[in-house]
């Protein structure tokens, strides 16, 4: 992790996945109005580790692309740590562009670092590129600091645009992404279930599972209908050690105004134990907040 400088010491955290200059850090900003402290991890998992064990207030995950689809590692973070919750979220739109030294061209790349979700919203360019050797990083910030520490003409990083300044290096080419509109949603985690909530829509991100019978998922679905919550996300993952069973997260929406939501969501969850298995709210807050 990134040391923090004293002057920052009293400063809540907000651990992300990277470097300095990677999407998470923009969407820390963004979030949180740049009034807390972004801290650098190794991996998503070192995010929750850091939530977990209090090394960090807060947590900033990607969840999913709209291009690129869901980043399942997250989910099953989200099934390891049990002691997390979603407390917000926020969505960044994503411009990708090719990084290189000062003294690179488009001909002299042989080799494009960056982070896998990014390889795959630019696969239309790379396409273009079938000759370049694809490395997996961290983060796309991660690829711009290797780009820059190897200072070689063959290599070129995928990332943000700010990230040639921070690193020394120079846009080849901007917007290189295969959907102009493209955006990456963020969810906030801490070690703490949000209490406050504001006017407006609420979003309840729970997992449970189901028994391997007939109708046993539907079962599952009427009861988020009949409790009047909008489902706008289901996903299945596969559980280790347990082939062919899964494990569903769902994002719904308490449509109406309720005037005591924590006490209707847990209203909600007792009537869905009757289907279902191993549930967990992973988080309870406002649809959008920035």
Not at 193 to 205: E, I, Q
Request: one cysteine or more; aromatic letters at 10%.
């Amino acid at each position: 992790m990134e040391s923090l400088m004293k002057s920052e010491i009293n400063l809540e955290i907000c651990a992300y996945s990277g470097k300095r200059g990677a999407y998470a850090q923009l969407a820390v900003d963004k979030y949180f109005n740049k009034k807390v402290k972004s801290l650098a991890v190794d991996s998503f998992k070192s995010i929750f580790e850091s939530v977990e064990k209090g090394c960090a207030q807060y947590g900033m995950v990607p969840i999913e692309n709209s291009t690129a689809g869901s980043v399942y590692e997250n989910y099953d973070n989200f099934t390891i740590f049990k002691n997390v919750h979603i407390i917000g979220t926020t969505t960044l739109k994503i411009e990708h562009s090719l990084l290189a030294c000062k003294d690179a061209s488009i001909e002299t790349i042989k080799n494009v670092y960056s982070h896998p979700q990014a390889l795959c919203q630019c696969s239309n360019f790379l396409e273009q590129h079938k000759d370049w050797a694809q490395t997996d990083t961290v983060s796309t910030a991660t690829a711009a600091s290797i780009v820059s520490s190897k200072k070689s003409i063959d290599c070129a990083a995928i990332a943000d645009a700010g990230n040639a300044e921070i690193y020394g290096l120079k846009v080849l080419k901007s917007s290189i992404q295969n959907n102009e509109d493209n955006f990456t949603r963020f969810v906030v985690i801490a070690n703490k279930p949000r209490t406050d909530f504001p006017k407006g829509k609420l979003v309840a991100s729970l997992s449970f599972c189901t028994e391997n019978k007939p109708g046993a998922l539907y079962e599952c679905l009427g009861i988020i209908k009949n409790c009047h919550l909008n489902l706008t996300r289901l996903e299945s993952r596969p559980i280790p050690q347990k082939p062919w069973t899964y494990r569903f997260f769902t994002d719904a929406i308490l449509e109406e105004q309720i005037e005591n939501p924590t006490e209707y969501i847990a209203s909600f969850l007792k009537k869905m134990k009757d289907a279902a298995s191993d549930i967990k709210l992973l988080g309870l807050y406002p649809e959008s907040e920035s």
